[in-house]
């Protein structure tokens, strides 16, 4: 191998530091500058505001390496990545910049000298090819004549289905922001050299590789239908790392290049397959090197906006994963050969590398309950559909239950050369509203049901069983059997579901065998049965029949970590608050806690800080959770606590926690209280006379509150362009200059509203002894026309003061009425004439009225006529 993907990069920036480029580093991934965009797609985006001339640098050259993603937005290869040689999600992009510098001419030879020249990279200028826009001739002329590139080899493109730089050869970042027509440089990977642009057309993006494109930032689109031209012109470039490396090393995918096979054949080591061309290597080395990125940048996956592009893009590493026989927890061990791999640009995943590892692991363990499942019945569906479509409905249901991302199923379907009925899906997900209404319904009628059973618990030490079917019941009816599609409880004789009750929410899970599924949305207690909620998603269920039985485990342990929690709050409560808080009620789910407690004096910070402290010291200490079954007496004598608002049996179960937490509860619980990991308030507050509520999170959850507040912080240091430590006095800062500001403009407005009361008073009718005054103004703050009718309103007697004010196309009018005329005439009286004159809306009372609208055409012929009006009102009297 020549030369290394680290001494490309490195070659790189010295070129353009010789050439007095100032070396910037990456922006982050999440741009911080720009809601519109998704990730940082292209190397221009930190320089936004510069191109549009909005914010200025010290240096007018520039050059980097960017990080950037294309999944998501105006840019995205997720779907064809691992099915091409030169798509990634993640990849790295040289560019060079000039701000209102160069130009055309000097960019050009930049470009070529860095490409061709044998002190750098020694391309033979005859593999090079050029594209440029069509309307571009000093472009061309360039090409041609500067540089001297055969006119054959200069292909000319021009806007697609004729809509105005719609072209491959016009740059825009997004729907809006910077643009403008580009060049770019091809490289021809065929030997055979052929001379006629139309084998370049047919040829493109396979043979010819664009390497290099050269943007001349000359506009801002400011909306899909407006574009307007920049004052100053600028030089964006971007140059894929990959891409360039692959040409320089000899190779024809970007996925052998030195960085890929590093990285596929670590992945080779960990599957069963050897043949480091295969697709699903290519897919995980791509993906995994995204995902490290991404949870560098302070991303974690979840269900909306960035964290679901991360999650949607794990989750297809890991289905590549399963197919390959990576199936326990191995991806995320490839996080350290991406750091090594990616040289100087892996050095700020360092320090981030143990909360990488961390996330991609948990994500597994998550996915991993579902995938199995989704995937066997994907796979029965693929076998079944008709005319190489699949059911919407089916990509729905994968998504809805399984998690798989849409993207997930799309790819597991082109391998079988299936393709999805997108609109069907996209039908079903708007229906997903309407039917989780219903599913609230057929839970809330079920409360009534009636049942003679006894279900034994078995969950404090088991997670699944085998158990006979007693009952079932679809809508309140008893029934023998529940089939596929239908919504039903199912009543065994025992079961390993906790049933929600003590404040804990119930257990999820499944009821299968080989021939059915049964997905547990629920379990609640019916006296001494058991129900377990669901849907039955495939085969049949009968009752006097065996199913086995399997809990949620991840979603358990969520649980319980909470429960634990909640009783050490109600200790440490009563500790630091004294002892009469009094529990009053509890919720705990697999997201959060909550508990609500008799207290009558307000709950300072510093003892929610105390709280929180001695709660963390405790499962710091790692101390044990002891379960006993007592009598009620004896568990009395141990000082239990206990609602004593409930009935307990005589026989009872005592939970304790040393001697820190002795309660009567039928929960369940941790091994030890360090299992808890971190516990942390997220809010308190007082929901009734003396009630007061905490809420609080434990375990990866209270990380990632943690990490959500990390970032919402450096989005603001981002923001203010300042550290962390220097927000406060930012923020100071800039409330005062906004004061000042403030300060300034009243005092220039109330200059102005001098000037336009003096002038106002120049321009009055006189009517019968009443002065008359219109005025219409533009752009104006219409709170000041107010001051300016109270002031007039003042200064003379016997007025009437009509002021308009014309904001793009719409108006606004008020009407003032000095109160010695208000026996001949009314503000609101004019107001009504105007309304119905223009179809405007107004109101007011007897002095002053205000009304708007569109129709200004109108409102100047009312006003010119009203004089007249007026003098016919006052007639009237
Ligand atoms: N912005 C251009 C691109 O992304 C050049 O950097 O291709």
């Known amino acids: 191998m020549n030369i290394t993907t680290n001494k490309i990069r490195q070659d790189f920036l010295n070129f353009f530091k010789e050439k007095k480029h100032m070396i910037l580093p990456s922006s982050s991934l999440v741009p911080y500058n720009d809601s519109t965009l998704l990730f940082t797609n292209a190397g221009m985006n930190q320089f936004k505001e510069i191109f549009l001339g909005e914010k200025k640098i010290d240096y007018s050259r520039v050059a980097t390496v960017q990080r950037c993603l294309r999944t998501g937005g105006k840019h995205n290869d997720l779907e064809n990545v691992g099915y091409t040689s030169r798509h990634h999600t993640f990849f790295e992009m040289l560019g060079n910049f000039s701000f209102n510098d160069y130009f055309k001419k000097e960019a050009i030879e930049y470009a070529w000298e860095l490409l061709t020249s044998k002190k750098w990279f020694n391309i033979p200028k005859h593999k090079l090819w050029i594209s440029v826009y069509k309307e571009d001739d000093e472009t061309y002329k360039i090409w041609k004549d500067i540089i001297k590139i055969p006119v054959k080899q200069i ?62 930032i000359e506009f801002n689109r400011i909306s899909k239908k407006k574009i307007v031209p920049l004052k100053h012109k600028s030089i964006d470039t971007g140059m894929g790392l990959e891409r360039i490396a692959a040409i320089l090393q000899n190779v024809f995918s970007n996925y052998n290049i030195d960085i890929f096979q590093q990285l596929k054949q670590h992945i080779s080591q960990l599957s069963k397959v050897k043949d480091l061309n295969h697709t699903s290597l290519q897919v995980i080395a791509d993906h995994i090197r995204s995902c490290t990125y991404i949870i560098a940048d302070n991303i974690t996956p979840s269900n909306e906006h960035r964290g679901y592009v991360l999650k949607r893009i794990i989750r297809r590493a890991l289905r590549h994963c399963h197919k390959i026989g990576m199936k326990k927890q191995l991806f995320y061990k490839l996080v350290s050969t991406v750091i090594e791999v990616m040289g100087d640009s892996g050095k700020i995943l360092k320090q981030k590398q143990k909360k990488i590892e961390e996330i991609l692991k948990l994500e597994e363990i998550q996915f991993s309950y579902t995938l199995e499942k989704g995937l066997k019945i994907l796979q029965h569906e693929i076998k079944k559909a008709h005319n190489n479509m699949l059911s919407g409905e089916t990509a729905f249901y994968l998504y809805d239950t399984f998690g798989f991302p849409i993207d997930l199923t799309a790819d597991i379907c082109r ?10 899906y996209e039908l079903e997900k708007s229906k997903q509203k309407k039917q989780s209404n219903i599913n609230q319904k057929f839970y809330k009628n079920y409360n009534n049901i009636t049942i003679n059973n006894t279900c034994v618990f078995e969950g404090y030490k088991k997670n699944k069983t085998k158990s006979l079917v007693k009952y079932i019941f679809i809508n309140n009816q008893s029934v023998s ?52 909620f669901g849907k039955l998603i495939s085969g049949k269920i009968e009752i ?25 709050l109600h200790a440490v409560l009563r500790h630091i608050l004294g002892e009469h808080v009094y529990q009053k009620g509890s919720l705990v789910t697999n997201k959060h806690l909550r508990f609500d407690f008799s207290y009558q004096t307000p ?169 008359l005054l219109i005025h219409v103004f533009n ?40 109160k010695n005329l208000l026996d001949h005439i009314t ?51």
């Open 155 to 216: 292909i000319k493109i021009g806007d697609n289905n004729n809509i105005q730089y719609n072209s491959d050869n016009f740059w825009q970042m997004g729907d809006s922001g910077p643009c403008g027509p580009c060049t770019e440089i091809f490289y021809d990977y065929e030997n055979n050299i052929v001379n006629n642009p139309e084998s370049f057309l047919e040829n493109k993006n396979h043979r010819f590789v664009e390497i290099w494109n050269i943007v001349f």
């Open 544 to 568: 006097k029949k065996y199913i086995n039985t399997k809990i949620n485990q991840v979603n358990r342990n969520s649980i319980q970590l909470n429960h634990s929690a909640t009783h050490l």
């Open 779 to 818: 752009q104006y703050e219409h709170k000041l026309l107010r001051i300016i009718t109270d002031t007039l309103k003042q200064k003379l007697k016997k007025t009437i003061t009509v002021l308009v004010n014309i904001i793009n196309n719409r108006f606004t009018v008020i009407i003032g009425v000095t």
């Open 603 to 771: 709950i300072e910070i510093s003892q929610i800080q105390d709280i929180e402290h001695m709660i963390n010291m405790y499962i710091r200490h790692n101390i044990l959770i002891k379960t006993q079954i007592l009598s009620l007496e004896e568990a009395k004598k141990q000082k239990a606590i206990a609602l004593f608002d409930n009935q307990y049996s005589s026989i009872v179960r005592v939970v304790s926690i040393k001697n820190i937490s002795i309660e009567l509860c039928g929960g369940t619980h941790t091994k030890r209280t360090g299992d808890i990991g971190l516990f942390k308030i997220i809010s308190y507050s007082s929901i009734a006379s003396g009630i007061k509520r905490i809420e609080a999170v434990t375990g990866q959850k209270a990380i990632d509150y943690l990490h959500q507040k990390d970032n919402y912080i450096t989005d603001l240091s981002l923001i203010l362009q300042c550290n962390n430590s220097d927000i406060k006095d930012k923020i100071t800062n800039l409330k005062n200059k906004i004061k000042n500001i403030e300060d300034k403009i009243i005092q220039l407005q109330q200059k102005e509203n001098t000037y336009y009361i003096t002038k106002l008073l120049k321009n009055t009718y006189d009517i019968k002894g009443i002065k």
């Open 827 to 877: 503000a609101i009286q004019i107001m009504k004439m105007i309304v119905e004159k223009t179809h405007t809306k107004g109101g007011g009372k007897k002095e002053i009225a205000e009304g708007g609208g569109i129709y200004t055409e109108k409102l100047s012929i009312v006003l010119k006529n009203i004089p007249l009006w007026i003098d016919e009102q006052l007639d009237k009297k």
């Open 415 to 424: 391998e079988k050369n299936i393709q999805i009925d997108l609109n069907a």
């Open 481 to 532: 059997i529940i089939k596929k599609n239908e919504y039903g409880i199912i009543f065994l004789d025992k079961t390993p579901f906790y049933p929600e009750s003590g404040g804990q929410i119930g257990d999820i899970g499944e009821l299968y065998n080989k021939k059915c599924y049964f997905l547990v949305e629920n379990t609640k207690k019916y006296g001494n049965a058991i129900g377990h």
